[in-house]
């Protein structure tokens, strides 16, 4: 027990001080006193825990509260990874969720980030932001995110179904959903047309989707990009259809304190046509972000609600036995300033509704007339005029 106790307390101060030298680059002043402030307290608990506590500690469930505590408040997706699952944990990034759930945090709880079209959590009709209390029979309250995540692949894997409690957000009541265990592939864009607008509706960046993006795009034609509900996906794709859309010039930004200032530069392959109208909202995240502000640095309007802020540049960080999924980046608007806590404002703001019964996507409605005002602007300065 005392060996257990020493780890436990040299693997807390590592973390510890590995953090305050990756987040100290990005503060100064008071922000800084404060990240040290709130470190030496954190520091203190953990001493004081381990020597005074009256029972035997449980190394288990005090690594989980490290990780959910110290590591989520850093950054939601970050996560403490155990050496013989960092690999398992690459492919969680690299491919679609399991049962294509994404998972946030909520209240404490597991939480409902998006279902991605075409998946067994898509055809259960679950919706962002509703808690999943339970994971068959293990709730999720203070359990780290990345567990879960794992959790869950290793049961589709397993070709299992798996049931969740959820609590639903319109009625404020618990239900059961089933996720089925079966072969799925994800629908990551749907494309439509509406008054001879073309609407590309982007639920997920996996590989491949920005050419399916260019070959689906019409050339001349006014285009609405809907980014409503884009959360999961990989950052080389959303730099990737970005340029389908922009000429020259710089794509995307992203800067880090050790990588330095990284920029994607545009290959020069646009098709052509007016910059599409982009529409954005509060599930608007991460990829979806870094796209939206790609093409509202081109002149793309954005339309809706604000969206997340959230668009950390996340990689894994070793130190002797330590393996962690943390923040070494962040993307940056085309202010220059961090997507991060700010999020992106739409130069055309529409009320967000998210109600049932609301039959008008008021939304795409206002993206598809600009389109259009942008596709014919004569005709809409003769509109003005009269």
Known sequence: MARFR??????SVMCLLLFAGLLRAGLSGEDREDLFRSLGILTEVIHL???EYVDELNDEALLMALDAGLLESVDPWAAVVPEAEVET????????PAYGLFIGGRLGSAAVRC??????????????WEVIEKVGDV??????LWQIRLDLAQREAAEQSVVLTVVDRHVDERREVVLDAVEWKPEPIAVSERD???VIKISALEVGVASEVERAVAAGQPVVIDLR???????????????VFI???LIAMRSGRRAGEERFEATGHRIQGPPPVVLIGPDTEGVGEILASALGRHGSPLVGWNSAGHAPHMRFVHSGGLHLWIPVGQWLGDDGEPINGAGLEPSEEVEFFDEEGEDEDKVLARGIEMALEGAHPEESVLDEAA
């Open 6 to 11: 020493i780890l436990f307390l040299s693997f």
């Open 49 to 51: 825990v381990e020597s």
């Open 89 to 96: 944990y690459r492919s969680l990034i690299s491919e679609p």
């Open 115 to 128: 279902a991605i079209p075409g998946s067994p959590a898509a055809a259960a009709d679950l919706q962002s």
């Open 139 to 144: 709730y999720t309250r203070g359990r780290p």
């Open 196 to 198: 001879g607008v073309q």
């Open 229 to 243: 509900k884009l959360v999961w996906g990989l950052e080389s794709e959303a730099v990737a259809a970005a340029d």
């Open 247 to 249: 000429d020259e010039g």
